[in-house]
């Protein structure tokens, strides 16, 4: 990086526009409209780099689960640990819902910032403005969508999926200019760390001077206190009234989902009905088929016949609850090796469900191969409840909940991503 290009964007993006006319300054856009000590580039920016943090760690796993449900040809999902996806869903759940109150905090520290006058000023101005309002209304998306999703309201099928998905890239985008634009601002903001420690980078009568100047700005350091304290309460709260769906221990608190382990047909959580899915009717000729060199047609005393496995995991929705059970059935492996396949092949697993987004999904050579990965026929000694998938249904270890297929009637080699 050499200093004149520098110079030159500094230049550019430092340029003053005109104006607008003072007629205009009404409101909150007068001079001098707000006045709160905390609204200080300091609170600003730590909020903001918590902020910036939660999004992030968002951003990614929810990347990942993204990438399991469409993989590209060069992602590799393991079989194992088991709990792996059970941790980044329910990071991506914690870190979305934590991201509401620092939002609103966030906005907060800035809101008289967003009535400055005149609106632009500057070309960096602009942009970091406009940045702002594309990631409010991004962030704001997102966490509707995801909101309604943990509702298990799905009022657009697809639609929301699709919409959650680029809509997250549109808000990391937006983040990216943000801190790009504001830059300088952070720098100092985050230099600053607070009166009781260091103040990085800086000599000790120089740091003693920022502290003075930052405690003059943000007032006696009891508001300051309060506010952080009470920001943290209410991430805190967000959190642990949510992560109980997935964390037994806060179950009882937890308040703001819909899901809670232990609690639905055979102790486990139910996402879809026997009857709302139209998989009621399961009669004696019900079968298994199993395409391949050696096409199988099974009955469930022919299933039987198999060696029954029995395994202990969780069924991990990616509305962020999960619940583990132990699951008795036939390895898939077995039954793919029976029908003249190796155990490793890609395979489709089709429901008796005739609509819905989730009646297929494919399972992919790791979790084809691994020999936890169950046709279960019982849930934890019994016969599966027909809302648990009776007479059939796929577990198979770390695995996004809506490849857990229920009421499974035909495998078939080939097959990519859910829904395919
Ligand atoms: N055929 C079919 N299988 C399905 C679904 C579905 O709608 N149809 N829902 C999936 C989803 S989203 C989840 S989280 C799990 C939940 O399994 P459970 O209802 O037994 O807890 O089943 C999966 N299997
Ligand atoms: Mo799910």
Known sequence: MTAAPTALLDRVLGARLPGPPDGLRRGPFRSGTFTSP?????RAARTGALLGIAFAVCFLTGLISH??????????????????YRVTQ????????????????????????????????????????LSIL??????????????INIAEWYPWGFFFTTTHYWTGWIAIGAVAVHVGAKAPEIRRGLARRGSAGAVAGLAPEQAAEVRAV??????????????????????????????GQTLSPLAPVSVLSPRVPGVGRQGVPVRQTAKKAGTTDVGADYRLVVEGPNRLELSLADLRAFPQRTE???????????????WTGVRLGDLLEAAGLPRDTQVTVESLQTGGLYRVSTVAAPHARSPRTLLATGLDGSVLDPDHGYPLRLIAPNRPGVMQTKWVTRVAPGGRGIGS
């Open 134 to 147: 594309v990631l409010v209304a991004a962030g704001t998306m997102q966490l509707v969508t995801g909101l």
């Open 90 to 129: 329910g990071t991506h759940v914690a870190t979305g819902l934590a991201s509401i109150p620092l939002l609103l905090v966030k906005l907060w520290t800035v809101y008289p910032k967003l009535f400055e006058w005149p609106p632009a000023g500057s070309p960096s101005r602009a942009i970091s403005r």
């Open 312 to 326: 202990r995991l969780p069924i991990t929705c990616v509305e962020g609850w999960s619940a583990t059970a132990t």
């Open 214 to 243: 930052d405690d003059a700005a943000e007032g006696n350091p009891v508001p300051r206190r309060a506010f952080v304290a009470a920001a943290g309460l209410g991430v805190a709260a967000v959190t642990l009234t949510t992560v």
């Open 67 to 84: 990438a399991i449900q469409h993989p590209a040809g060069w992602f590799v999902w393991p079989a194992s640990p088991s709990w792996l």
């Open 38 to 42: 905390l609204h200080s580039e300091r």
